[in-house]
């Protein structure tokens, strides 16, 4: 039986530093948590709201009951203490986080002859990372490292966009950027920044096999320091009058070129 005591405990989960401290996140949502049952996500309990949708549910409670997970029932108005947004169709997954750390991550990549990587420095917006983590599992980035002031990969925000993308990619968060570069170009990493203002486009870069690319902030693009440490920059052209692109659309046209041109490399060696 969840306790009064138990709502107020998983309630910590919507916020940062209450998922850090406990190591678990929410997924909410039918599609999202079939997806993390049948995915590679550590889901640990399923929460589902007494009022919600019956005719849902028998596919979530027979993969449930197959892997030995618990289902736990509560009255609408408990369970909306739980969840964060209203469409979360009655059913909350709690999931453990993968936590990777830089230099784990860091370490896995260099002995690697082909690898791409993202770096995203102080990206706010869930929605956009969210997207950005999306795309990077799409294409088969092998690494993202999240920089510090950034929001949260497991915010609740950034799982609904990214959907089962954070258990396809390997991410680090709370990286400090500037010593990730120092590390990447020591093993042979060509660091790219993506910025409007650059002079070559991005469908004319020649992307080496060994390759970084870093996003910046949608208010203030990329640090300098991090701007400056960089080997080339490139842009995306733009042919009408918008003033400018989200991080989330940008990452993704860059990532479909990056990820044609490697795989066309590839063949032909």
């Known amino acids: 039986m969840t306790t009064n005591s138990d709502i107020k405990r998983l309630a910590e989960l919507k916020e940062r530093s209450g998922r850090k401290e406990q190591s678990l996140f ?22 589902v709201s007494l009022a919600a949708n019956e005719s849902m ?26 969840s964060s947004t209203e469409s979360s169709q009655g059913v909350i997954g709690v999931a453990a986080m993968r936590e990777l750390s830089s230099s784990a991550l860091l370490s896995a990549l260099r002995p690697r002859r082909n690898a791409s990587v993202l ?25 993202v490292l999240i920089s510090e002031k950034s929001v949260d990969a497991y915010n ?19 990286v400090k950027l500037s010593d990730a570069i120092g590390e ?5 990493f060509v660091v790219v920044a993506a910025m409007q ?28 320091d991090l701007l400056a440490a960089c080997d080339a920059t490139i842009a995306i052209p733009r042919v009408g009058k918008m003033e400018s692109l989200n991080v989330g659309v940008a990452a993704s ?6 990820s044609r041109r490697k795989t066309s490399k590839e063949r032909k060696s």
């Open 119 to 143: 770096l995203l420095d102080r990206i706010s917006d869930p929605g956009n990372l969210g997207t950005v983590l999306r795309s990077a599992a799409w294409f088969g980035i092998d690494g």
């Open 26 to 47: 929410f997924i909410e949502g039918k599609r999202a948590v079939l997806e993390a049952l049948t995915g590679s996500e550590v889901i640990r309990r399923i929460i």
């Open 57 to 82: 549910m028998p596919e979530i409670r027979t993969i449930a009951g197959e892997k030995g997970i618990e289902i736990e029932e509560l009255p609408d108005t408990k369970f909306r203490k739980l």
């Open 156 to 174: 609740p925000k950034v799982i609904r966009s990214a959907m089962a993308a954070l258990s396809e990619v390997e991410v680090a968060q709370e």
């Open 197 to 224: 203002e650059a002079m070559q486009s991005y469908a004319e870069f020649d992307y080496p096999r060994r390759c970084a690319v870093i996003f910046g902030s949608e208010a203030s693009g990329i640090a300098p």
């Open 184 to 188: 990447l170009k020591s093993f042979g």
């Open 253 to 258: 046209i860059i990532l479909s070129e990056m």
